[in-house]
Each structure stands twice: as C-alpha cells, then as structure tokens.
C-alpha cells in the first residue's frame, strides 16, 4: 500500500512504500496555486518529476472541455504513462499503451486503485499511477456535458 503525502501549499507530493521507488512531484516553488488541482498547477514547466531520485518528465494536458482533455503523460526512462479521465470520480493507467488498471482520488491525497487481474503492474506503475491521481485528480464530465453547462451559463 503506498504511502502518500501531499502538501497543497507547498506543492509537494512523495509516494513511498515497501517494495516501491520513491515518487516524488514538485511544483515550483513560489509560483500560485489553482486551487482545483492538488498540486497546484498543470503547467509542465513549473512541474518536477523524480522516481527514485532520477528525473523524469510529465506533461499534463490543459484540461478543457474534453475527458482527454484532462490526461496526464509522463515518461520514466523508456516507459510512457498516461492517466486519463475514463468516468466521471475515475481514471485510466496506462503504461506503453496498455491498460493497467483504474485510479480514483478526489484531490484529498488519498488514492483508490482496481488493478486488472491480467495486466502484470509493476511496483514502477503503482507508485508513479497512484502520485499521478493524487497530483491531478481523477475523473471528469463527458464533453457534451460540459458544453450544456457553458451553454445554460450563457442564457440569462
């Protein structure tokens, strides 16, 4: 079970665990927080990302209207991931384009996971899917649904 620890002021989060490398994502110091991401940003240039003190890079998308519009890729070594919005409360692990299993967080720093019986996860995948879903969040509206909700805003 990993152990999580998130500091939404500071904009640091630290996935460690028995068995598992040490994930750690930092937002860059003094920059402002946006209050609807756990981190704080979603800006790859104001984000660092380490697995077990080696760098690695994440490029999380802007998050739109769209549920891919919400994912997040990152890249350790020569493994892509990708985390994308599957439902409205969860998401999507993938690892080199293969499906590993669903995550669920509200942005509390606690992290749920249902890991496919045929999909070999590796401790690598735990501990980077669970920092992932911790540092954004899990889940979104259908785009239609959010086009409804722009549109109802609009009518007066």
């Known amino acids: 079970m990993p152990n999580i620890t998130l500091d939404t002021g500071a904009g640091t989060l630290d ?3 028995p068995g598992l490398p040490h994930v750690r994502l930092v937002r860059e110091p003094g920059t402002e927080r946006h209050p609807h991401i756990p981190i704080g940003t979603r800006d790859p240039a104001l984000l660092t990302l380490t697995v077990d003190g080696r760098p690695a890079r994440i490029s999380p998308a802007k998050g739109r ?6 994912r997040v890729d990152a890249r350790v070594g020569d493994t892509r991931y990708r985390l ?8 999507r692990l993938l690892r080199d384009g293969r499906r590993l299993g ?5 942005g509390d720093g ?4 249902d890991w496919r019986e045929d999909a070999k996860v590796l401790a690598q995948d735990v501990a980077l899917g669970t920092a992932l879903a911790a540092a954004f969040g899990t ?3 259908p785009m239609w649904e959010t086009a409804l909700d722009v549109v109802t805003e609009l009518i007066p």
């Open 15 to 17: 996935v460690t665990g």
């Open 110 to 113: 606690r992290v749920t996971a």
């Open 84 to 91: 994308v919005p599957c439902s409205y409360g969860e998401s």
């Open 102 to 106: 669903e995550l669920e967080s509200s």
């Open 65 to 70: 209207l769209s549920r891919r519009s919400y």
């Open 139 to 141: 889940g979104a509206q």
